[in-house]
């Protein structure tokens, strides 16, 4: 569907704006015990040192539109073989606006580092992003998790690779900095 010209020419104003200032990113997370809260901070941070604007919310109580965002990043934990109810509900919820911006996609899986739970984690994400066939990645991935707290207090079990979560975000970033969809 086409806008009309004047809404056109109002939005490449806005644009126009905002990306004068730079690019903007929305790193929304939905997390039980927060290590995907802790991985979607890290996230964040990396995408500011690349030079993006960024917001962190609860995927939760991310109300607002997200068409103002160049890059949108959706973090949720894996339990059970399936994805956070909260970040499906944000897919759900911003699904307009979500078709007009560059979007990446985390989950956080297995607490064990073998190849085999590292496959089935991923395989668990992709079935949960079936369920959003209008939903095209820039950038999907799934990162070790963690042992909630008290689960094992003595020793937690963390997976969580951060060299690879910064790199992973280092290339999220690159397509974040390109223009909206």
């Given at each position: 569907m086409?806008?009309?010209?004047?809404e056109q020419?109002?939005?490449?104003?806005?644009?126009?704006?905002?990306?004068?200032?730079?690019?903007?990113?929305?790193?929304a997370?939905?997390?039980?015990?927060?290590?995907?809260?802790?991985?979607?901070?890290?996230?964040?941070?990396?995408?500011?040192?690349?030079?993006?604007?960024?917001?962190?919310?609860?995927?939760?109580?991310?109300?607002?539109?997200?068409?103002?965002?160049d890059?949108?990043?959706?973090?949720?934990?894996?339990?059970?073989?399936?994805?956070?109810?909260?970040?499906?509900?944000?897919l759900?919820?911003?699904?307009?606006?979500?078709?007009?911006?560059?979007?990446a996609v985390?989950?956080?899986?297995p607490?064990?580092?073998?190849?085999?739970?590292?496959?089935?984690?991923?395989?668990?994400?992709?079935r949960?992003?079936?369920?959003?066939?209008?939903?095209?990645?820039?950038?999907?991935?799934?990162?070790?998790?963690?042992?909630?707290?008290?689960?094992?207090?003595?020793k937690l079990?963390?997976?969580?690779?951060?060299?690879?979560?910064?790199?992973?975000?280092?290339?999220?970033?690159?397509?974040?900095?390109?223009?909206?969809?």
């Amino acid at each position: 569907m086409q806008s009309a010209p004047s809404e056109q020419h109002e939005r490449g104003d806005q644009e126009a704006g905002r990306r004068a200032v730079g690019p903007r990113a929305l790193v929304a997370y939905a997390t039980k015990h927060g290590s995907t809260e802790e991985v979607a901070r890290f996230i964040g941070d990396v995408l500011g040192r690349r030079g993006l604007r960024v917001d962190i919310v609860p995927a939760r109580a991310a109300r607002e539109a997200v068409d103002g965002y160049d890059l949108v990043v959706v973090g949720g934990a894996i339990y059970s073989g399936r994805w956070h109810r909260d970040a499906h509900r944000f897919l759900k919820n911003h699904r307009d606006e979500l078709l007009h911006v560059h979007v990446a996609v985390f989950g956080m899986g297995p607490r064990d580092t073998t190849d085999e739970a590292f496959a089935r984690a991923v395989s668990q994400l992709a079935r949960a992003l079936t369920r959003r066939d209008w939903l095209t990645p820039v950038a999907t991935a799934v990162f070790g998790g963690v042992d909630p707290p008290s689960r094992r207090p003595e020793k937690l079990r963390d997976a969580r690779d951060w060299t690879v979560i910064e790199a992973w975000a280092t290339s999220v970033a690159l397509v974040g900095r390109q223009a909206p969809l």
